[in-house]
């Protein structure tokens, strides 16, 4: 490594910005950028006394906050064991006599730690906070060396979460050095009232004994509390209670913080930390007459509409790369209309935290897993690293729940030999000791933190043992089989119900709501990269049907190496849904309001023309914002007619709003075009003054069966062609879309009407709907199955271009392709087809899949395009009545959808007069 990149890394430090907003002191120095590095593959570093080496002995350079793992390290190396880090620096406090603290985020796994050569502490644990006092050990007017020997062998009691998608090795979150009073405050944690009384339970640790004070202001002095102490030397437990006048409430709408300082004054000292605190309140609640809670913040029921977050980032892994990354994906959640994110098998980075409190987002954190079996060494493990957890996080208004343990990951205990599966695996159990330390833990974690809700288990198996939210995991795919399975959980849900319990326990009134959903793990080929638009719509629809819901956590955010059924893609990019395309100005954030019409009906029927179709309706309503007013209900049944948007039905009508929860509205009677459409009913709530609430849709199939004996047109099968010549072509749809690429072309005969039947064709006009045509791995050379174990979630590859159930989203892959089209070898005209696209403007490619979880192009469309043939050749065909179509693709490939197939319910359409 040359000594310019090391320069580089040393002036340009990476995540400059202090890592505690939360507990924040003003005299410190970051310690990221550039350390040196050396494996030590052999394990002999310590006997080799490597702790007195100078840093340029070492081989490398790291580029510290981020593991060795990964490309911003600069090391970027898949090595487990041990890992050396030295740094030279020179530092002292702004005061003299203060304490110097070295302090450290996180590292994996476990940590050993030199100052000057002598062994100042160590740490097990890859994700907990910890410092230790080196105030002994450093030199103030020279350089000062620091060693970190940081060991991670990927133990199978280690707490490692889901590292299979970029491991985390040795030191991944900020390192710094922080200079405090010999007297100081170690923590305190806030416990809030909507009264606005604050209780407040402090350490302060002081190096001999002696008179003090502490003082909480706050929000300009809008607190500002102090009283004596009489410390005695060590630990000293202070409580102290304060009242907040007119308190401002904390949440997603309105994430107001109290933002201060806490001093501590002794012996001529002050210890100060910047820190806050927001009012807010967790609970659960029976309202009226209902056997069931509700979740609710501030004593009022709350919708929760929330994303899985595995927090993976391809350059950085789990370390973000900026505190802008970090801010900006808080930002988009929001902009999502989301109001909470569970951050999966990790705890999230107290600075992602600090931007939920800030910008308004809640935030249910897990515990990380280990992936053994729970024997004692796991287990206390475990405990010693919930307990870091807690702690370093207590404070922050956003969490509103703890997630102790994920799918029974690191709960089934190895069985015996004898007790082998059929085909000869070793199987595993979820033992009912191993339920009741579960159990214990879950008392635990609500003794030392009462203020949020508790999960035992988010369970993909129904194994609850005991728990404050009723959750559970699904992945299924289709609408018929969500509305079924959704339904069947809502209905055994109930007091005393022992359906997802283990072990002989049962159901509380605790709140149902769903941990993980989605259709990435409903395929038959395990993950993909699809349209998720069509599914996540109705989905929700189905959650928003029922009183008891709560709310959803849909898998995921960001699309990680192996899930591809992200809101966005890995690189954090925009996929498009489609859904303003059927409701003007909709967005996903529509199916994410709190005051919601739920359209009690498949996302697609088939219908008749004209026929005349009641749709019932539901309000649901998590919030009081608009209780007591009436809304105004604007409905429209409108159809694509060959690129002329038609209104077929219209209707308004005043809504009575009030009150929480599900209740029917009156049905709509809607009548169907008199001809073949795609339909599309699109509703909109409004306030009386036209202030948009809500957006949703669904669609019909219109079928015309006598469009075939319609004069003055001819339907032309996509199939039918005489002629096809392509490097790679196939059917797909039940044969309702033809594709080719990269460079070819399919031909068709057209026998216009004869004399007798038309006697005289003056004008003659082509359409159809046609794609780009990009080419998959699985188009080329076929499919690969992979298995869907649990190395997918270690991060097994899943590539999308073989996976017969992937259809690239939308904007995945940007093709174009120049279509020309050819009537009997004469030109008429070159389209641009701008690409390959698939989302939920593929209604008929979604209605007529077969299988549901064997995706067939689903989602799938293309481009209308209509061809008035010039007037020369028109005059031809009059006299041959009969022509060639030949449909070309210069490069980029050609995909030609049918009746059942894309967003136009037309073959190749030849229209005459």
Known sequence: MSIQFEQTLITSIPRPEYPRPDWQRADWLNLNGAWSFQFDPTNQGKEQVWFTKDAAEFSSIINVPFSWTNPLSGIASSDKGVGWYNRAVKWQPALAGERIFLRFGAVDYISEVWVNGTF???????????EFDVTAHWLLDSNNSIVVRAEDYDHSYQTRGKQGYGEIRGIWQTVWLEARSQNYVLDAKFTTHLDGRVEVVSNVIAGQASKAAISFSFADKAVDHTIELDLVEGSNEVRTSFVVANPQLWSPESPFLYEGEILLNSNEQVDSIST????REISTTLFEDRSYRWITLNNKPIYLNGTLDQSFHPEGYFTYPTDQDMHDEIFQMKRLGLNFVRIHIKPEEPRKLYWADKLGLLVMEDMPCFWGNPDEQARTAYENEARELIERDF?????????????????????????????????NDYLPETQEW????????????????????SPCNYDHVETDINTWHFYINGYEEVRTHVTKVVDETFVGSTFNYIGGNVQTDAPLMNSECGNVWGMEFGTGDSDLAWHYRYMMNEFRRHDKMCGFVFTEFRDVLNEFNGYHRIDGSDKQFGYEWFVPDMQIADLHTPDFIVIDAPPCQTVEAGAEISVPLLRSSYSDLYHGQALSLNWELWYDNLGIRTVADAGIQQLAWDGYGVAPLEALSISMPNQAAVAILAIHLTTLEGTSVTRNFITFDVRDEQASNHPGSISVAVTSYVESQWEHSWHAIQEHKVSGGPI?????????????EQAVIYEVELAFEAGAKYLMGQNKTGAIKLASDISFMHGANADPEY???????TDAVKQRSNLKVWVDDELVETI??????????????????????????????????????????????????????????????????????????????????
């Open 395 to 427: 404070n922050h208004p956003s969490i509103f729940s703890w997630i102790i343990f994920n799918e029974t990951w690191g709960l089934k205990t190895d069985s015996q030999a004898a007790n082998l599966a059929s085909d000869g695996v070793k199987t």
């Open 120 to 130: 100042v502490g160590s740490h097990q644990g890859g994700y907990g906070t910890f």
């Open 438 to 457: 579960v159990r214990r833990m879950y008392h635990w974690v609500k003794q030392v933190d009462p203020t949020r809700l508790v999960e035992d288990n």
């Open 276 to 279: 806050y605190f927001g009012i």
């Open 744 to 756: 070819g072309h399919f031909a068709y005969e057209i026998q216009l009407p004869d004399q007798e």
């Open 803 to 809: 996976n017969k159930n992937s259809y690239l989203m």
């Open 832 to 913: 641009l087809l701008p690409d390959d696209p698939a989302d939920s403007r593929g209604v008929l490619s979604w209605h007529y899949q077969p299988v549901n979880n064997q995706l067939n192009e689903a989602g799938s469309y293309g481009y209308l395009c209509k061809i008035a043939l010039p007037s020369k050749l028109a005059a031809k065909l009059n006299q041959k009545r009969s022509f060639k179509l030949v449909l070309e693709a210069e490069d980029g490939g050609l995909a030609l959808y049918g009746r059942n197939a894309g967003r136009y319910p037309i073959d190749l359409l030849v229209k005459f007069q």
